[in-house]
């Protein structure tokens, strides 16, 4: 399950990421 978990977390990072992006543009 760890390995499954990382992905998760980083396709979650990226969405915020690019949320916090497009926010501030």
Known sequence: EGANL???TLGLA????LGALAFSE
């Open 6 to 8: 990382l992905p998760t």
């Open 14 to 17: 990226a969405a915020t990421g």
